[in-house]
């Protein structure tokens, strides 16, 4: 007697791949709509840690209230030119990326600059923030950060230790922009502050010291002064 049951057999191709496609579609719309849901929380927890990065280079750390600790010490975030941009209560984590912008703050009664750095080291991004003073050159305090760097060597640039020795240390001599090196202990940069590298780490170091290079060239605030 012939079959005459209707529909396809769970058993067939055909149905294992109208099965599978279906199911794919399915999980690619709720995996849209939980990124989609999670958005707005995910944006502002990028924002949050982007502006405790910013206290940090203020050497303000161990911040509760990121949000109210940003609009307490950012005054204004200004142009690469020194121009006014915007207020500090106004964020956007992207605009870095797109134009070179500064950090007006007071620390203390005291005016400080807050300079984005972006940078690659051996194994990925590294990136960071640089804090001086008023007279636009004397380091205040620093803060770096990386992807993916080998721990106890490259990834040292994340400790006190080594953040420490820019502190006090010059971007500029005599007016002009000169950065500040990060060389092999014992090796002498000519016309420029310097710290030493992390030893067995060259390659990191070698990108911290382009990194910082580089990122501050981006600032007519600094090159024309």
Same mark, same amino acid.
């Given at each position: 007697?012939?079959?005459? $049951?209707?529909?396809?057999? %769970?058993?067939?191709? $055909? *149905? ?5 496609? @279906? ?7 709720? &995996?849209?709509? @939980?990124?989609?849901? &999670? ?22 750390? =161990?911040?509760? +209230?990121?949000?109210?600790? *940003?609009?307490? *010490?950012?005054?204004?975030?200004? =142009? ?18 797109? $134009?070179?912008? #500064? ?9 400080? *600059? @807050? ?10 991004? #590294? ?7 008023? +007279?636009?050159? $004397?380091?205040?305090? #620093? /803060? ?12 040292? !640039?994340?400790?006190?230790? /080594? ?13 002009? &922009?000169?950065? !500040? ?11 420029? +502050?310097?710290?030493?590298? #992390?030893?067995?780490? %060259? &390659? ?22």
């Amino acid at each position: 007697m012939a079959n005459n $049951t209707k529909g396809l057999s %769970t058993n067939s191709n $055909t *149905y294992t791949v109208i099965y599978a496609a @279906v199911m794919v579609i399915i999980v690619a719309f709720l &995996l849209s709509f @939980v990124s989609s849901a &999670l958005k707005e929380r995910q944006d502002n927890n990028k924002s949050l840690d982007v502006k405790k990065q910013i206290l940090s280079s203020l050497n303000v750390n =161990n911040v509760e +209230d990121a949000q109210a600790e *940003y609009e307490k *010490y950012v005054k204004q975030v200004l =142009n690469a030119d020194g121009s006014v941009k915007e207020s500090a209560t106004t964020f956007d984590v992207l605009k870095e990326s797109e $134009t070179p912008i #500064i950090y007006q703050c007071d620390v203390n009664g005291e005016t400080k *600059y @807050v300079f984005p750095l972006r940078g690659n080291g051996l194994w990925g991004a #590294i990136g960071g923030y640089i804090a001086v003073n008023a +007279d636009e050159s $004397t380091c205040y305090g #620093i /803060f770096f950060r990386h992807d993916s760097e080998t721990p106890g060597l490259g990834a040292e !640039i994340t400790t006190d230790k /080594f953040k420490s020795q820019f502190v006090g240390k010059n971007i500029k001599r005599d007016g002009v &922009l000169t950065s !500040i090196a990060v060389l092999k202990k014992g090796t002498k940069a000519e016309g420029q +502050d310097q710290v030493d590298a #992390i030893s067995g780490a %060259t &390659l990191t170091c070698n990108g911290v010291n382009e990194m910082l290079s580089a990122s501050l060239k981006k600032y007519d605030f600094l090159t024309k002064k």
